[in-house]
Every structure is written in structure tokens, then in C-alpha cells.
């Protein structure tokens, strides 16, 4: 059970867009939700939801563009535990992806991802940023849901 | 670390040995390129040994559902054996763990190719 819903200080760097940036981040928010006071389990989860999510910001925001960054901040406050990725990149669509449990698209390819993140998470938000690039917050409830 | 693979022969059946992570990138296309040089030789009989793949993401759970319609596409078949509580788990909210033939001893795996 979480045992530090008091917060932890935020954590913010700007990551490579690369996939090496995407181990690292995930090894980031999974040292981090353990400090928050998750579990192995539940810190796995939220890692392997974080690496989705900068997949995205990496692939198909940024585009793997050696100039664009991924900014990413983690912090625990108000028994809520935060993880803000936000790339450069021009946008893309997060809602056109199939329901990879339809029957239909079990055996496709891709499509996942943003399956998993909602699987993992409590909340996922999308916003625009000004003049381009994407932020995704995800959050997840300190404590018992 | 990225996935290491081995691959044996026992019998009929093609056994990848599978460790490591199976992730976007390099994981991802070292089981793809694996599969398909077993399939261009022939070989329709393929068990993925799971047992020592202590990561799966999106894109490494795609590679299986590829591994498998690969196979499936020459007239074959791809069981997987050995799987990690966390990897079963992900087959499991993915609705793929019904797809899959999985079993956790190799000896009955084996045989049930027969």
C-alpha cells in the first residue's frame, strides 16, 4: 500500500528523442512511484504506461527529431501521483486507434499502447501546447482506489 | 537488455529460447527476423519459450501476435511456454492470452505438437 501520500518533490528533466530516452524514463517514474509508496506491481505499471506514452511523444510527436525534446515531470501531491510528458512534435490523433479487444482487432499488429496506458492509470489528459506539441498528464491515486 | 534468442531443434519442433526484453526497436525486430527465418526454411512447428522474458511492451506484444499469424499463414502453428506472471498478465487484459496455446512445461509442450 502507498505509504506517502504527504508528495515528493517534482522531478523534471528534458529527455532525447530516442528510444534509450524511453528506458530511461520508465526507469525514472518507476524509482519515482516507489518512493511515492506503490508497490513493485503498481510501479511496474505506471513504468510500463510511462513508456508508452513517451513511444508517442517519441515516435509520433517528435519524430525522433535530434532538435525536439521530451519534457517530463513527476511529482505526488494530494495522494495523487503525476507524470507529465510533453513533446515538440506537430500532433497526432490519440483517439483514432482502434478497440484493440474488439474481436475483429485482436490479431493486429499495433494499437495497443493507448489500451495499456488506460489499463495502468486512473486518468489520462491530452492537451495542445502552444505553438506546437502535445502534454499528456497521467495520474493515479495514492492509497486504495 | 535487449532479448537474447536461441534457437534448438527438438524433434520436429523449432524451440526459441527467448531472454531479456522485448520492446520496441531492437527486441522487437530480433524475434521478427528470428521467426521469419524459420518460416522461409520450412519450419511449421515453433514453440516461443517465454520463461526467461522479463519485459513485454505494446510493441513486443505485437511482435507475438505477428509471430503467430506468420506461422499460422504457412500452415503452421506458434505455442508459447514458460510465461512470467507479469508477461501472462498482459496476454491476460489484452485478450490475447485465449488466443495463444500456452503451457508451462516443455515436455507436454512438445507433445502436443504431435
Redesign the interface.
Known amino acids: 500500500m502507498p505509504t506517502n501520500p504527504n508528495g515528493t518533490q517534482p522531478f523534471e528533466q528534458d529527455l532525447d528523442s530516442t528510444l534509450e530516452a524511453v528506458d530511461k524514463a520508465e526507469a525514472i517514474v518507476v524509482e519515482q512511484a516507489m518512493k511515492a509508496g506503490f508497490d513493485e506491481d503498481e510501479a511496474h505499471q505506471i513504468g510500463m504506461a510511462v513508456r508508452e506514452c513517451v513511444v508517442n511523444a517519441v515516435v509520433h510527436g517528435n519524430r525522433y527529431s535530434a532538435h525536439k525534446k521530451v519534457h517530463f515531470t513527476v511529482f505526488s501531491r494530494d495522494n495523487r501521483f503525476t507524470i507529465k510528458i510533453a513533446d515538440q512534435g506537430e500532433g497526432f490523433e490519440l483517439t483514432a486507434v482502434p478497440d484493440p479487444l474488439a474481436e475483429e482487432n485482436l490479431l493486429r499488429h499495433s494499437g495497443r499502447g493507448m489500451f495499456l496506458i488506460r489499463a495502468f492509470m486512473d486518468s489520462l489528459e491530452v492537451k495542445k501546447l502552444s505553438p506546437h506539441g502535445t502534454e499528456v498528464t497521467l495520474t493515479k491515486a495514492l492509497g486504495p482506489a | 537488455m535487449s532479448v537474447k534468442l536461441n534457437v534448438r531443434q527438438v524433434g520436429d519442433v523449432s524451440v526459441i529460447d527467448a531472454a531479456g526484453r522485448i520492446?520496441?526497436?531492437e527486441g522487437s525486430s530480433t524475434l521478427r527476423d528470428a521467426l521469419r527465418d524459420l518460416v522461409t526454411k520450412g519450419h511449421k512447428k515453433v514453440l516461443l519459450n517465454l520463461s526467461e522474458v522479463s519485459y513485454i511492451?505494446?510493441?513486443g506484444?505485437?511482435?507475438l501476435?505477428?509471430a503467430?499469424?506468420t506461422v499460422a499463414n504457412q500452415g503452421g502453428v506458434l505455442k508459447l511456454l514458460g510465461l512470467t506472471k507479469?508477461v501472462k498478465d498482459?496476454l491476460q487484459?489484452?485478450?490475447?492470452y485465449t488466443?495463444f496455446e500456452v503451457h508451462d512445461d516443455e515436455a507436454a509442450a512438445l507433445r502436443s505438437f504431435a
Open positions: 520492446t520496441l526497436g511492451d505494446s510493441s506484444i505485437g511482435e501476435v505477428s503467430y499469424t507479469r498482459l487484459i489484452t485478450k490475447l488466443v
